[in-house]
């Protein structure tokens, strides 16, 4: 079978995976992973709206996002990538309305997500974590890593001489963010949209039980992840702890099915240790063998 796959020119398991949907075209394709909060977002909604889906994780961190075949389909090298036969969807809130009009359809509903959800997702979509998740991270690690991406992006742009002018793209970005990250006025601008975030979320609260009303709805897919990327960041009692609707809502959200499988199953408790410790060893031994 395999033999099969390389006398058509085959070569990696992303080409196999991508053909493979599109022939198949029975059950969407969500490529994710769970260090990205967007894919945390768009997971949490797949799982609240009982919508099956095949699961591929892609883990950003050791680059295998900037794999050919995934990189020519989706230039961004963004998480997640929505995948429903031969309909691909890249960015998060597209996804998410995705979402809600096919979970609208197969309920006979004829409005999807109301004014007030996606005022909320869009207030939410606005923070870009980026800033404030990678000053967040000791530095030995985050240079670590950002040094690994760089050399995975020079490989993939002699793999991929066509693609090398996209590739060069992702190069600058990388330099462009470790630059960003120097200034500390990037940082108070981070940490201050997000507490204005947390604020509004905290008066909210104080009036409803989820972020629209007494239902959990996609506004609360979208905002739980932030509430746990503060969490493994360890800066739960600077954000969370001081507003006391947010910490109820969190301790009520976590005994969730969708937080357990999505955030729970990775980052709960110990088990963050693990996921982290299982991304640095393929870290080292692919840097100390050269492989990027």
């Not at 006398?7 to 990696?12: A, D, L, M, S, V």
């Not at 890249?90 to 004014?115: K, M």
């Not at 939410?124 to 670590?144: C, G, M, V």
Request: charged share 25%.
């Amino acid at each position: 079978m395999m033999q099969a796959y390389f006398i058509f020119g085959i070569k990696t398991i992303w080409e196999l995976k991508l053909i493979g949907c599109v022939a198949l075209g029975a059950v969407m394709q969500l490529y994710h992973h769970p260090y990205s909060m967007d894919s945390q977002k768009v997971r949490i909604a797949l799982e609240e709206k009982g919508i099956d889906y095949t699961s591929y994780h892609v883990n950003p961190l050791t680059g295998k996002n900037m794999d050919v075949p995934f990189f020519r389909i989706n230039p961004s090298a963004k998480l997640p990538v929505f995948q429903n036969g031969s309909h691909i969807i890249f960015h998060t809130i597209d996804i998410i309305q995705y979402i809600e009009r096919l979970s609208a359809s197969l309920n006979g509903e004829d409005n999807p997500i109301s004014s007030k959800v996606m005022e909320w997702v869009e207030r939410i979509e606005s923070w870009n974590p980026k800033i404030f998740t990678l000053t967040h991270i000791p530095d030995k690690y985050r240079l670590f890593v950002s040094k690994f991406i760089r050399r995975v992006v020079i490989s993939r742009m002699v793999e991929a001489p066509d693609l090398a002018c996209l590739y060069h793209v992702k190069l600058r970005e990388a330099y462009e963010t470790e630059d960003n990250l120097k200034s500390p006025m990037n940082l108070q601008q981070s940490e201050e949209k997000l507490s204005c975030l947390l604020d509004d979320a905290e008066i909210q609260l104080s009036a409803t039980t989820y972020l629209v009303g007494e239902d959990f709805t996609t506004a609360d897919s979208m905002f739980v992840p932030i509430l746990a990327r503060i969490t493994l960041l360890d800066l739960e009692e600077k954000y969370i702890s001081c507003r006391p609707k947010i910490t109820a809502y969190y301790d009520l959200v976590k005994r969730r099915p969708s937080y357990k499988k999505v955030i729970g199953k990775y980052f709960g408790g110990w088990r963050k240790y693990r996921t982290l410790f299982k991304t640095m060893c393929f870290l080292c031994i692919r840097s100390m063998l050269g492989k990027y």
